[in-house]
């Protein structure tokens, strides 16, 4: 019963509005993630779910409650926060049952649920330890087992791994989802909500995912359709690495011009694009969505290879297409250095893959069952 | 071959031998100099100190022949005499009136400072700008200035020749000071550990009490002890407040012996003297360190 509603809901830092009244449903259970470019107000959205900033307008509710007035404690949710944020002066048990502790818990349930917390996130030896005697991943498994030990009806993670480095980051991601599965098996109270700015941790972590840009949302959706149906140019340019080359292009009936270069659409663009579409377009194509072709085959962009870098499996090739830069992912079986004339390269974008997006907007126009 | 190679390497040896003396000896010249000039000079300051202590030895006769510091005939009559004093009261007396004034005093400091500066550091509400301006704005007041005001002030509640007037204030976070100093530990310190707290289900006072306070001690404890050596070492305060000799602390004390005795017997007042410096400079070398770090809070705590 553990949903969380945002209705309408706003933040205003007294004349500078930070967040534009958003609206999200997270289902019992769901693991959400916010995530968007610094500024973009996810982590005040968090804040407000967790009751440290208070809420200028709209409706927090979680499970059935509104919880807009209620104090942070009192509102069911645990809170991992972005430097573990540790009481430095408690020893790893105290910390784990400071909240029990306030609650007055009979010692022997604290004494339990500490014990459990500590087998589940394997801190069981550093229980006598200080804040500062550990490392950096087992403080963030303290943090996490903080927050676990209080069996709150919402998790919320603040960018919990920023602070860890690139090979503790990827296990910590990985116990964590796994943690997740667990406690939903185990049919407890397990919804998430989790803010980061990496697009990797969003989309590997994230059931759905909530992306955000000047307090409003862009696009809600799971990984796999924000990769591929991305709703506007800032999910698509924001989600996928290296990210969507988004270039300037001008539809006239069925052709699509770059510059001075054009490339025909075929059926498998033209059925999906909207036919109330401005003439004024950008075109996205994912780096990794390009084909090298030879100088005979039609429908393909002419650029200049500005750069080569060679990544062992793939190659990235930066090329300059009539003035704008783009990025083309190729593997490194298919490189064929034949195929490029000098450092001139011809590129035929997929056309099943690729999306266009109304300049002004930047609303996708090229999703059918939108329109 | 040997002595090819021997011989340029045996001159090359003496000259960077030779050269690693004249460090030595030039190293050790300004060390002396360094540490003989320090030494002079902090003898110099802390003479009357030492002279001081050693006078309390002296007979009265001795104590003006000449400015050594050794007595000639060590005699503890100045400390046995001394603590009788010319009242009714012996000197412990009045050791245990200054800690009446001082224990609460500082008790009453540290839990008002504490709440004033939680306030001013972690909270907004309407005025504080004002209110926290007002509040430095005393700092840089005389307290000359606000002496007679006072006065009255605690006359009309009825306070004189009471405690009240030297707790009451500080009791009420009066010392700006202190109020200030832990306003400023307080910003350094990253407001998490609090949210934590409060997403963990503690009010505020909890926060305070379980958080704030011991994340804050280091600066806790130089308040004390600044409250401390202060207390102790006033002399106005009580003098213009109390006037029972039952009721007077050391400083008053001192003063007493000086007054009433036509023919001052100065190695008691010296004597006294040292006794009442003490229990200050125990808890300054006890406790150096939290001054220093007092001192430097806000300045560069991470």
């Given amino acids: ?371 | 071959m040997a002595d090819h190679v021997l011989s340029p390497n045996l001159a090359v040896d003496q000259e960077a031998d030779r050269i690693l003396k004249a460090q030595r000896r030039r190293h050790l010249v300004s060390m002396v100099l360094r540490y003989g000039i320090l030494a002079a000079v902090g003898l110099l300051m802390l003479y009357p100190l030492i002279w001081l202590v050693g006078a309390s030895f002296k007979t009265n006769s001795e104590i003006f022949a000449g400015a050594g510091f050794i007595p000639h005939e060590p005699t503890t009559s100045g400390y046995v005499n001394g603590w009788k004093t010319s009242t009714p009261y012996t000197f412990g007396h009045f050791f245990w009136n200054t800690f009446l004034i001082v224990i609460p005093k500082i008790i009453g400091t540290a839990i008002s400072c504490t709440a004033v500066a939680y306030g001013f550091a972690r909270f907004d509400f309407p005025g504080k700008k004002v209110l926290f301006a007002s509040l430095i704005a005393t700092l840089l007041l005389p307290n000359v200035v606000t002496r007679i005001p006072q006065y009255l002030l605690f006359r009309d509640l009825g306070w004189l020749d009471s405690f009240l007037p030297l707790w009451v204030p500080s009791a009420f976070a009066g010392d700006a000071f202190f109020v200030f100093m832990l306003v400023q530990f307080l910003r350094a310190i990253p407001r998490d550990m609090e949210e934590a707290a409060r997403v963990d289900g503690a009010n505020t006072w909890q926060v305070l009490l379980f958080i704030v306070v011991p994340l804050l001690t280091p600066a806790l404890i130089s308040v004390c002890l600044f409250q401390f050596m202060w207390t102790m070492n006033d002399f106005l305060g009580p003098l213009i407040y109390i006037s029972s000799v039952d009721k007077f602390p050391v400083s008053l004390a001192l003063k007493l012996s000086i007054d009433t005795t036509e023919a001052f017997e100065w190695n008691r007042i010296l004597a006294m003297s040292v006794l009442t410096i003490l229990p200050a400079l125990i808890v300054f070398f006890v406790a150096q360190k939290y001054f220093i770090e007092g001192i430097s809070a806000g300045g560069v705590k991470g």
Wanted: hydrophobic residues 40%; proline residues 4%.
């Fill in chain 1, 1 to 371: 019963m553990a949903r969380l509603q945002l209705r309408n809901l706003e933040k205003d830092y007294g004349g500078f509005k930070a967040v534009h009244g958003i609206n999200l449903d997270v289902a019992d259970g769901e693991f959400m993630v916010l995530v968007g470019p610094s500024g973009c107000a996810k982590s005040t959205t968090l804040r407000m779910i967790a009751g440290l900033e208070r809420v200028t307008g709209g409706e927090i509710r979680i499970g059935d409650s509104l919880v807009n007035d209620k104090a942070p404690g009192e509102r069911g949710i645990a809170m991992v926060f972005q430097n573990y944020a540790l009481y430095p002066h408690m020893k790893v048990r105290k910390n784990l049952s400071f909240g029990l502790r306030l609650k007055r818990r009979p010692a022997e349930e604290i004494e339990q649920a500490t014990r459990d917390v500590s087998n589940i996130l394997e801190i069981g030896d550093y229980l006598e330890r200080l804040p500062k005697q550990l490392s950096g991943g087992q403080a963030q498994r303290v943090a996490v087992g903080r927050a676990l030990i209080k069996k709150p009806q919402v998790f919320l993670f603040d960018e919990p791994l920023s602070n860890l480095d690139a090979k503790l980051r990827a296990s910590m991601r990985v116990r964590i989802t796994d943690l997740h599965k667990q406690l939903k098996a185990d049919g407890l109270q397990s919804t998430v909500v989790y803010v980061t700015h990496d697009q990797t941790e969003a989309m590997t972590m994230g059931d759905r995912i909530c992306v955000m840009k000047e307090g409003r949302i862009m696009q809600v959706a799971d990984p796999v359709t924000l990769y591929n149906r991305p709703a506007n140019a800032f999910v698509a340019g924001f989600i996928g690495s290296p990210e969507m080359n988004l270039i300037d292009a001008d539809l006239s009936g069925s052709t699509l011009s770059i510059g001075s270069q054009s490339l025909a659409l075929g059926p498998a663009m033209l059925e999906r694009l909207n036919p109330k579409a401005a003439s004024a377009l950008t075109f996205g194509v994912r780096p990794q969505h390009f084909s090298l072709v030879g100088a005979g085959e039609d429908n393909a962009l002419e650029g200049r290879v500005s750069h080569v870098e060679f990544m062992g499996h793939e190659v990235y090739l930066y090329v300059n297409v009539e003035g704008q830069q783009m990025i083309v992912v190729v593997s490194a079986t298919a490189y064929d250095r034949s195929k490029i004339q000098g450092d001139i390269v011809r590129l035929q974008p997929s056309q099943e893959t690729a999306h266009l997006f109304d300049r002004k907007t930047g609303e996708n126009v090229s999703l059918a069952d939108l329109h």
